[in-house]
């Protein structure tokens, strides 16, 4: 079966003030439909860059990512911007809501640059926020929500445009554990119902919970 | 991203954005009242020059009208001439001259312009009777001379054309009767002018001024043969000068060109401080949002769509801005102009900040354009922002 997801021999050097960093060297890894996987390892293991290659946000040094069987170097930055607007949605550790839309607003804004009627964005963005447990909260502006609550806004805009994977980057990270640990159940559901999911995390109840772990150190994958 | 959106991110800092918001109205205000001054002070005095029909001022030569005191001899006979040249519909000689209005042993100074009634472009009538030349012995007074004078219609006034310049002792003494007042086109603020005919102003500066004129206004039947017309007179009568409204203009442009200078200068230290306003405003939302907007184009957001929701605030800031900017331009230019006109020497009726509708869109698009520029490099910088590298920085 062809992977989703698929990163090739792929190697990414960052220039820090003058310097190169080697932050992955020569990884591999396939990521099946439907899977759930947990990249984990210390800070400057290159996991959060991985996932930024995986999702097209930035390009590898050498070697190739493919999504869905395309090659994402064949994409301009235009493409690359709708492949991850239509098939990638993104939760990031800081939720970066726009913070002068309500809950709904933020969540409508994927479907509003994909030119979705107002009242299709209107009902699908408050079916979304059903589905992540904040129904009465949809007119609320991020600094009347609660960090959880954030992160669930974040997670119903990742899901706007009924992508097929989500990337996620520490999404526990800024959490306390009780809520925290309602994401995790959240995730947990939105795999069962298909979503692909690859999680960076430092959290073992988070890694714990995925049907694969990857494991990376000095930018290589260990296991 | 849509304007709305836009909007609420503006409101969302409202002192910040009250005071930049204020600081481009003044911006906005100054480039208009400069917009207005470069060239409304011209359009106003050719609109004063133009207000009796005269298109053509002739004059002794090498002077322009009101300019010296010099006069013109053998001003019935210029008259006649010029009259009987092709084009030319009418003509009449103004002689300007001091005189002196008595009353008792008080001596009155007053400005006295002799004209020949069917033919002048001096004065507007306002009310009563105007000149006559069968009553020579007829006046009209302007209001500030009727209120120095203190007489009104059907008073007689004794006006004298000389005073001893040793002991202040009139000659030429005349009784005048007032027949009307009159606005007088060219007066500076609160001048005390009155009016008489031709002769009777001659007949009181004395016997030097005996058929000299300071003036002759000439009315051409077609406008656009002014400027042909006045190549002729210059040829035909080449002892005088000829000036055109369009050379006047020209010579007062040339005059008065500090006030253009100055104008261009304010206005383009007013476009700077605009475009350093929206700017400076623009980037600190790009800088204080840069996570936000590298999230956006995480999530699939399109550069065009980033660049647009900061160009819509730029954009936004300058129009609300520009639009307080040009209401407050009208309102200080009126108070600017009623200052400057009431210069020594200059006409009153004259303005320097001519509120025109061209001048209201040429400051309202010029604004526009320099919101626009404004907004580009703060645009630039958000649709542009390396999007890994910033949501790296962002989570350190």
Do not use: C
Request: proline share 4%; no cysteine.
């Amino acid at each position: 079966m062809t992977p989703i997801i698929e990163a090739r021999d792929v190697a990414r050097v960052h220039a820090l003030r003058g310097h190169s960093v080697e932050a992955l060297r020569g990884v591999s890894l396939k990521v099946r439909a439907g899977e759930h996987l947990a990249i984990t390892g210390p800070s400057g293991s290159g996991k959060s860059t991985l996932l930024t290659l995986l999702g097209g946000l930035e390009r590898p040094t050498s070697g190739d990512v493919l999504v869905q069987g395309r090659s994402l170097a064949t994409l301009d930055d235009r493409l690359l911007t709708r492949l991850r607007l239509e098939q990638v949605g993104f939760v990031f550790q800081r939720f970066h809501l726009l913070p002068v839309l309500t809950a709904r607003e933020n969540v409508e804004l994927p479907m509003a640059e994909m030119r979705v009627s107002s009242r299709e964005r209107k009902e699908r963005a408050e079916e979304l926020l059903a589905y992540v447990g904040l129904s009465g909260r949809s007119g609320h502006r991020p600094t009347e929500l609660s960090g959880g609550e954030m992160q669930r806004v974040a997670i119903a805009r990742a899901l706007a445009n009924r992508p097929a994977i989500l990337l996620a980057d520490e999404p526990t990270g800024e959490l306390d554990m009780a809520t925290g640990q309602a994401i995790l159940d959240l995730f947990d559901r939105l795999n069962r119902d298909g979503m692909t999911m690859v999680v960076v995390t430092h959290d073992d109840r988070l890694a714990e919970r995925a049907q694969r772990v990857v494991r990376m150190l000095d930018g290589q994958i260990t296991n | 991203m849509n304007w709305r959106w836009a909007l609420r991110d503006l409101a969302r800092h409202r002192l910040r954005t009250a005071l930049s918001l204020a600081g481009i109205a003044v911006a906005a205000a100054l480039l208009l009242d400069m917009m207005m001054l470069s060239g409304g002070l011209e359009r106003s005095f050719e609109k004063l020059l133009l207000s009796r029909g005269y298109q053509l001022r002739v004059t002794p030569k090498g002077t322009l009208p009101f300019d010296t005191e010099a006069t013109m001899g053998g001003a019935s006979d210029l008259v006649a001439r010029i009259r009987a040249e092709p084009g030319v519909a009418e003509a009449g000689a103004m002689l300007a001259t001091s005189v002196h209005a008595l009353a008792g042993a008080a001596r009155r100074s007053l400005v006295a312009y002799g004209v020949d009634p069917t033919a002048q472009g001096f004065y507007v009538l306002e009310t009563g009777t105007d000149l006559d030349p069968s009553h020579p012995d007829a006046i009209l007074l302007g209001l500030p001379a009727a209120a120095i004078v203190g007489a009104r219609i059907g008073d007689t006034v004794e006006i004298a054309g000389r005073l001893d310049p040793q002991v202040g002792v009139a000659s030429g003494t005349r009784r005048m009767v007032v027949r009307g007042t009159a606005r007088f086109l060219y007066d500076a603020r609160d001048q005390p002018s009155v009016a008489v005919t031709l002769g009777t102003a001659q007949a009181l500066a004395g016997r030097s001024a005996r058929d000299r004129a300071s003036v002759i206004m000439v009315r051409v039947g077609d406008d656009s043969a002014a400027a042909s017309v006045a190549g002729h007179l210059r040829e035909r009568i080449p002892e005088v000068g000829v000036s055109s409204i369009g050379e006047m203009v020209v010579q007062f442009r040339t005059r008065l060109s500090y006030f253009r200078q100055l104008s261009l200068i304010l206005g383009l230290i007013a476009l700077v401080v605009t475009v350093l306003l929206v700017g400076t405003l623009l980037a600190i939302t790009v800088n204080e949002q840069i996570g936000v907007i590298a999230t956006l184009r995480a999530i699939g957001v399109a550069r065009r769509s980033v660049f647009l929701y900061v160009m819509q605030q730029g954009l936004a800031l300058t129009v609300v801005g520009s639009a307080a900017g040009l209401v407050l331009g009208i309102i200080t230019a009126r108070w600017l102009d009623a200052i400057l006109t009431s210069f020594p020497g200059l006409p009153a009726s004259i303005s320097f900040f001519v509120a025109e509708p061209g001048s209201l869109l040429r400051a309202a698009v010029v604004l526009l354009i320099t919101g626009v520029i404004a907004g580009l490099p703060p645009s630039w910088r958000a649709m542009h922002a390396p999007v890994a590298a910033t949501l790296r920085s962002d989570a350190l």
